[in-house]
Nanobody, 121 residues
Framework: QVRLVESGGGLVQAGGSLRLSCVAS????????MAWYRQAPGKERELVAS???????NYADSVKGRFTVSRDSAKNAVYLQMTSLKPEDTGVYYC???????????????WGPGTQVTVSS
């Protein structure tokens, strides 16, 4: 069974920083691309940042220069360092990973339950 769990969300004032963490757990995992998405109230879920096994990164235009995605492949973990936070960054942040359970089938996407980030003005 594959499980992703996010942590690090919370309430922060505009201009502040937060660091989100996500760890994928399970037996015999091969973790490829990992990413962070967010969903604000009344809006669709959107990609925030992604990172491949080769550490190639991609960011939404709205977070470029403020957010940094990184990973620790040995721990099957992905991180999102968020700085200069704005009220419009408020939302539920979800971690996802493209994962293969070795010996048990093809690669698929798994999602965490999400962590709330609230930025006050």
């Amino acid at each position: 069974q594959v499980r992703l769990v996010e942590s690090g969300g919370g309430l922060v004032q505009a201009g502040g920083s937060l660091r989100l963490s996500c760890v994928a757990s399970g037996r015999s995992l091969s973790v490829n691309r990992m990413a962070w998405y967010r969903q604000a109230p009344g809006k669709e879920r959107e990609l925030v940042a992604s990172i491949t096994r080769d550490d190639n990164t991609n960011y939404a235009d709205s977070v470029k220069g403020r957010f940094t995605v990184s990973r620790d492949s040995a721990k099957n973990a992905v991180y999102l360092q968020m700085t200069s936070l704005k009220p419009e960054d408020t939302g539920v942040y979800y971690c996802t990973g493209d994962i293969t359970v070795i010996g048990y089938g093809s690669r698929r996407s798994y999602w965490g339950p999400g962590t709330q980030v609230t930025v006050s003005s």
